[in-house]
C-alpha cells in the first residue's frame, strides 16, 4: 500500500528481487502501472524471491511481504489424455496427447509411474527404467 495522502490513487510500482545471501535489488528502474512482469535474466537452478512497492503522490510505500523462495527452471507441461487402450490380467496398454509446448521444443521422454488402486497407503513407483520417447 503506498504512503497515505489523503487518498492518491497509485500511480505505478516497483519490484525488487533477491537471492539468498545478497540484497534486495530492484528490477523496475520506472514505476510501472501494469500489475502483471515477467521477471528476465533469471539463471536455472538459482532461488529467487520478489517484493513489490507502491506509489503515489505521497511517494514510495514500505516493501510488501516477498514472495516464498522459487527456483528459476523451464516449466514441464503434464501429458495430456492419459488413458487405458487394451487391458489384460498381467498388462496394459497406456497411451496420451503430446503436451503443448512453447518455443519450439520437443518433450525429451515420458515416466510412467503405477501403483495399487486398492490399497489405500500406496505408492507410486516406477513402471519403466528409461524414458518413453515416441
Known sequence: EAPDDGGSKITGYYLER???GFQWNRI???ATQRKE???????EGVSYQFRLFAQNAAGISEAGEPTEAIIARDPV??????RMTDVSKSTCTLAWDEPD???????????????????EESK???????????
Not at 101 to 119: F, H, P, Q, T, W
Open 37 to 43: 512482469y515477467k521477471a528476465k535474466g533469471l539463471i
Open 28 to 30: 523496475t528502474q520506472i
Open 77 to 82: 507441461p503434464d501429458p495430456l489424455k492419459l
Open 18 to 20: 533477491k537471492t539468498p
Open 124 to 134: 507410486w513407483v516406477k513402471a519403466n527404467y528409461e524414458n518413453l520417447i515416441d
Open 101 to 119: 509446448v512453447e518455443l519450439g521444443r520437443k518433450v525429451a521422454g515420458y515416466i510412467v509411474e503405477k501403483r495399487e488402486s486398492d490399497v
